[in-house]
């Protein structure tokens, strides 16, 4: 792997950029391919993504987490509950021995330091507006086509990374199997303003149509995520009193009086499960890897380590795949398999309501609630801690 001075990362997302900016610390010479243009996109995209410990430790080690940590907003506790169940999982961040179970940040501020940041390498060539087409492996060959449907060819590529998203191009010249999944559900996005400054809790609820999500965003703001079933939200989509008068029902006034209201954006959501295996010209990260629900909030912490994986094994790092090391118990534990089943299960118990999900759902959270020992265990899983233990 050491010979590969050349990579094109394909897909200029946010796992693309960060990708980018990480293979670019490391000195290798890079070429950025988007059908788009990150830089003339309008960055309004005021969700908070919740980075987790393993993310904050990834980004320290390429000198990103400095620029990211000002603008984000320590979680210290997360609270689970269902309405009209009794019980409350309190995850804390000092169970777990962290300052913090993740941090928030609004998403367009994540994105504009990380393109910013890409823009300062030197060793960064922007290949904009252009779709990933083909890789000769045989010849080193990328070519991109280009909008008015001509061909573009790049020589000397000796890597490629597939950052490109659920529907990866990259992915079928892999010739990898993939299975998707319609979720028939929507999320529903947007931020809330309290009276209350924020103390670093966030609630997620679960009720009779889904789930609801409260992410503190910033020092009075939340970002709030409705995860319901498609179409439930027909009526209330550009009614946002409707809106709050369904937060304050399920959550009630933890955080003060709620003064605005602002939706930002839903999404239908699907994903992704791929048989992975990293080629000796191609690998992928991001949501082209696999695409999972974001009931857990691990889609880009699980891009994030696919990133740093691949840095391992380009710097041909033995002890990556040195197995022998690590018990196979704690191999699983830090896998991105065991994150993405994880995700699956929250997914499913979070969304059916059947008697069986309903009363496996209730026991786990009661269960969950009174031991030490399995809040630890989830902590873990939610904080990716494993992963940097491994
Ligand atoms: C409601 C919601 C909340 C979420 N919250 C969190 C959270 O709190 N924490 C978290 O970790 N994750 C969260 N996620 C997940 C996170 O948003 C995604 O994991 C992340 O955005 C995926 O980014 P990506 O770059 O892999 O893919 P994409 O954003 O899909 O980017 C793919 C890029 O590839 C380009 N492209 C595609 N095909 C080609 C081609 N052939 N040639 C060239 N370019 C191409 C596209 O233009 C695009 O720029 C959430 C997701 C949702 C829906």
């Known amino acids: 792997m050491s010979s590969i001075k050349k990579i094109a990362v394909i897909g200029g997302g946010i796992s693309g950029l960060l990708c980018c900016y990480a293979l670019a610390v490391k000195g290798f010479e890079i070429i950025l391919v988007d059908n788009?243009?990150?830089?003339?996109?309008?960055?309004?995209?005021?969700?908070?993504?919740?980075?987790?410990?393993?993310s904050k430790i990834?980004?320290?080690?390429?000198?990103?987490?400095?620029?990211?940590?000002?603008?984000?907003?320590?979680?210290?506790?997360?609270?689970?509950?269902?309405?009209k169940v009794f019980g409350r999982i309190k995850f804390n961040a000092n169970e777990l021995g962290l300052g913090a179970l993740g941090w928030s940040i609004c998403a367009q501020d994540l994105f504009m330091i990380i393109s910013k940041a890409v823009l300062e390498k030197p060793n960064v060539v922007l290949k904009m507006k252009r779709l990933f087409?083909?890789?000769?492996?045989?010849?080193?060959?990328?070519?991109?086509?280009?909008?008015?449907?001509?061909?573009?060819?790049?020589?000397?590529?000796?890597?490629?990374?597939?950052?490109?998203?659920?529907?990866?191009?990259?992915?079928?010249?892999?010739?990898?199997?993939?299975?998707?999944?319609?979720?028939?559900?929507?999320?529903?996005?947007?931020?809330?303003v309290t009276t209350v400054k924020n103390t670093g809790v966030a609630i997620q609820k679960i009720f009779q149509h889904g789930s609801l999500a409260l992410i503190p965003s910033g020092d009075y703001h939340y970002t709030f995520i409705f995860i319901v079933k498609k179409g439930f939200f027909k009526n209330y989509y550009k009614n946002k009193k409707a809106l709050l008068d369904l937060i304050i029902e399920l959550c009630g006034f933890p955080f003060g009086r709620y003064c605005s209201l602002e939706v930002c954006h839903d999404y239908s959501l699907f994903g992704s499960k791929v048989f992975y295996?990293?080629?000796?010209?191609?690998?992928?990260?991001?949501?082209?890897?696999?695409?999972?629900?974001?009931?857990?909030?691990?889609?880009?912490n699980l891009g994030i380590r696919d990133i740093d994986e691949l840095i391992s094994l380009l710097n041909s790092d033995e002890n990556f795949y040195n197995k022998s090391k690590v018990s196979k118990s704690k191999q699983f534990l830090s896998s991105r398999k065991s994150t993405e089943i994880f995700a699956d299960l929250v997914a499913l118990f979070?969304?059916?309501?059947?008697?069986?999900?309903?009363?496996i759902r209730r026991v786990t959270i009661a269960a969950v609630a009174t031991s030490r020992k399995l809040r630890k265990q989830f902590g873990r899983i939610g904080t990716g801690i494993d992963y940097i233990a491994r």
Do not use: C
């Not at 979070?350 to 009363?359: D, K, S």
């Open 133 to 192: 087409e083909d890789f000769r492996t045989s010849e080193n060959i990328l070519s991109l086509e280009l909008v008015d449907g001509s061909t573009e060819q790049v020589k000397n590529v000796d890597f490629i990374v597939g950052a490109d998203g659920f529907d990866s191009k990259v992915r079928r010249k892999m010739r990898l199997h993939v299975t998707r999944k319609d979720y028939n559900q929507d999320a529903v996005v947007g931020n809330v």
């Open 36 to 54: 788009e243009d990150f830089r003339d996109i309008p960055t309004n995209d005021q969700r908070a993504i919740v980075l987790s410990e393993a």
């Open 350 to 359: 979070y969304g059916e309501r059947y008697l069986t999900t309903n009363f």
């Open 277 to 300: 295996r990293h080629l000796k010209k191609f690998a992928l990260v991001g949501n082209s890897r696999g695409t999972i629900h974001p009931s857990t909030a691990q889609g880009l």
């Open 58 to 83: 990834i980004l320290q080690s390429i000198g990103l987490w400095q620029k990211i940590q000002p603008f984000s907003i320590p979680i210290k506790e997360v609270w689970v509950s269902e309405k």
